[in-house]
């Protein structure tokens, strides 16, 4: 199967950055789309930010012009960096990815355990 690990979470000021790493690891043949999500105490979750296998991006109105999403294929890892953080931007962030795997031959996606972003006023 397929593990996803994401890291780079915290607590920072408004205004700040972050940079969340999520690497995948496994019977991998080929990752497809990876994206971010978010979901907030009591709200529901909700894309952050995605990333096809040849570098085409979309992002949630919400972020656009502060966030970056970006992949290394070589290493199965995608990033979210993220810029002039809001305290509306706290949430659990989770990465997904739409993996092929060699052993079942199947396509799934995958998710990782999440990790928290905190951002203070």
């Known amino acids: 199967q397929v593990q996803l690990v994401e890291s780079g979470g915290g607590l920072v000021q408004a205004g700040g950055s972050l940079r969340l790493s999520c690497a995948a690891s496994g019977s991998i043949f080929r990752i497809n789309d990876m994206a971010w999500y978010r979901q907030a105490p009591e709200k529901q979750r909700e894309l952050v930010a995605l990333?096809?296998?040849?570098?085409?991006?979309n992002y949630a109105d919400s972020v656009k012009g502060r966030f970056t999403i970006s992949r290394d294929n070589a290493k199965n890892v995608v990033y979210l960096q993220m810029g002039s953080l809001k305290p509306e931007d706290t949430a659990v962030y989770y990465c997904?990815?739409?993996?092929?795997?060699?052993?079942?031959?199947?396509?799934?996606?995958?998710w990782g355990q999440g990790t928290q972003v905190t951002v203070s006023s």
């Open positions: 990333i096809t296998s040849g570098g085409s991006t």
């Open positions: 997904k990815a739409s993996v092929q795997t060699v052993s079942p031959w199947a396509r799934d996606d995958y």
